[in-house]
């Protein structure tokens, strides 16, 4: 490290000579930010390359090596016979110390930084927790990574590249790969009982993306739109960006509660709601209810969104059929994803829109960005076709049912009276309950100081409940670590009173 001399120590700090980047390089950084920081002011003579050289204990070509980059780019001039200034031509705006005055004096015209949906969406989340890293028990919405079939991706990514490198490099149809579209309705209708042909399906960058899109759509600024209480935080966060206004509605045994929605606002725009395995207490909207949804959406006109984000894994008997599939009014807008039958980073999901809406949405996909990787749609077009697919499922179906048994094994006998859980027959979490009076964030935060991530139950709620609960993911962990997580998680919830 080279200390700097004196009469220049206002303008630098140090030069760093073990650093990587280049001692030129640096002498230019930090002459461009004195510059544009005010304390080398326009006009100002600059000692020459020489007297900095030594001064600055520099080889000359360094000092010439940077102040050329300086004149390149104005920040410098040369007068010939004279020296070295700094420019008068820099505008205004360029310079911090100006411009942050130019702020302080014109706060409302020059203060406005973002659109009101850029504040709206600033402040809210989409889930609840800020987990990073590798995920650890009980992370919800993790697959179990250790079992997904690697070498088999790969190899279907190496052929196609190979065999379909120039047809699928440039930007691919707004509505997704034509292929995988065709693999999706035809997986729907078979699986789900959903009616659709290709062209009503829209590849997206996963669910969300479609919800955003669908609420661009649809919404009007003041819109009334439905949100299942508790349900997700996903979801409420593209409605409150689409400044709709959000109602509430409860759910109970039989899943949403229509008739409640009813009261609270007879005359919703959009209606959100995880038929399947509501989200996140798990329980299925009934047949009744589902009748009552799709009467109430063709008398009034609002558009049901599905959220069918984990239906593959059903462990008793079969999957359920989709809303959508009774919807003989084209109301449900159909909503799927593969972040969580495949893995997350995939960012593919979809949207099945009715014939009406289809045109609509289309081109909104367009217009917020084009299609993703159209080499990542067609490999997984082939794993879908070639059968890979639904071979997938049945194997994460079999071993998540195993590790549901592990974790209410561990809970029992660890967890007892701290967590009340049971069984569920689908999905990839479980709720457990916690005893009256114990506060449920109080209780995630101690377990995340033990290592142990769960999130609690009112971080999905828009209205108090009256029982604290936590929500855990079991589908990504062995044995072991779901067995160590319990014994961490009891000790946290020993802590609370
Ligand atoms: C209910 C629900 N819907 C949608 C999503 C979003 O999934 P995607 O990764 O496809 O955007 C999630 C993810 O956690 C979810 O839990």
């Not at 984000?309 to 009014?329: I, N």
């Amino acid at each position: 490290m080279a200390k700097i001399a004196s009469s220049l120590s206002n303008v630098f700090t140090v030069l760093d000579r073990s650093s990587s980047t280049a001692l030129h390089r640096q002498l230019y950084n930090q002459l461009r930010e004195a510059i544009l920081a005010g304390r080398l002011a326009p006009g100002m003579r600059l000692p020459s390359t020489r007297e900095m050289a030594n001064e600055l204990s520099l080889a000359r070509n360094t000092v010439l090596n940077a102040f050329d980059q300086l004149y390149a780019e104005g920040y410098l001039v040369r007068r010939v016979g004279d020296g070295t200034y700094v420019s008068r031509e820099l505008p205004d705006d360029l310079l911090r110390i100006k411009g942050a005055q130019a702020v302080r004096k014109h706060p409302p015209q020059s203060g406005r930084l973002i659109s009101e949906w850029g504040a709206a969406v600033t402040s809210i989340s989409v889930s609840p927790g800020t987990y990073h890293g590798p995920p650890r028990p009980f992370r919800t919405g993790t697959p179990a990574l250790d079992a997904f079939p690697y070498k088999l991706w790969g190899r279907l990514l190496a052929r196609r590249w190979k065999e379909s490198g120039p047809a699928i490099i440039p930007y691919g149809d707004s509505a997704g790969y034509l292929p995988l579209r065709n693999a999706i309705a035809s997986y729907l209708s078979t699986t789900r009982g959903v009616q659709c042909v290709p062209e009503q399906v829209v590849i997206t960058s996963g669910s969300l993306h479609a919800l955003e899109i669908i609420a661009r759509v649809i919404l009007e600024r003041g819109d009334s739109a439905w949100i299942e209480d508790p349900g997700f935080l996903g979801a409420r966060a593209v409605l409150t960006g689409a400044k709709a206004r959000l109602v509430p509605v409860p759910v109970d045994a039989d899943g949403l509660n229509v008739s409640a929605g009813a009261r609270r606002c007879a005359n919703p725009r959009l209606i959100y709601v995880t038929p399947s395995h509501q989200y996140p207490l798990g329980m299925t909207l009934s047949l009744s209810r589902r009748l009552e949804l799709l009467r109430l959406a063709g008398k009034t006109g609002a558009w049901i969104v599905e959220d069918d984000y984990d239906s593959e894994f059903r462990y008793l008997g079969q999957p359920l059929a989709a809303l959508q599939g009774l919807d003989t009014e084209q109301r449900v807008i159909y909503v799927g994803t593969f972040s969580k039958v495949l893995f997350p980073s995939i960012r593919i999901g979809y949207a099945i829109a009715p014939t009406d809406l289809v045109d609509a949405i289309v081109h909104a996909r367009s217009v917020g960005g084009h299609q993703s990787q159209t080499l990542d749609q067609a490999v997984l077009a082939d794993f879908i076709s070639e059968g890979h697919f639904a071979r997938h499922v049945r194997r994460m179906r079999k071993l998540y049912a195993e590790r549901q048994q592990v974790l209410l094994k561990a809970a029992r006998s660890e967890l007892d009276g701290l967590l009340d859980m049971k069984a569920s027959g689908a999905g990839m979490h479980l709720i457990g309950w916690l005893p009256e009076g114990v506060d449920d964030r109080a209780a995630s935060r101690a377990a995340f100081d033990r290592g142990v991530e769960v999130t609690p139950l009112s971080a999905y709620c828009l209205e108090p409940q009256q029982r604290g609960a936590l929500r855990l993911g079991y589908t990504g962990y062995t044995s072991k670590k779901i067995w160590t997580a319990a014994r961490r998680l009891a000790a946290a919830l020993k802590t609370l009173d």
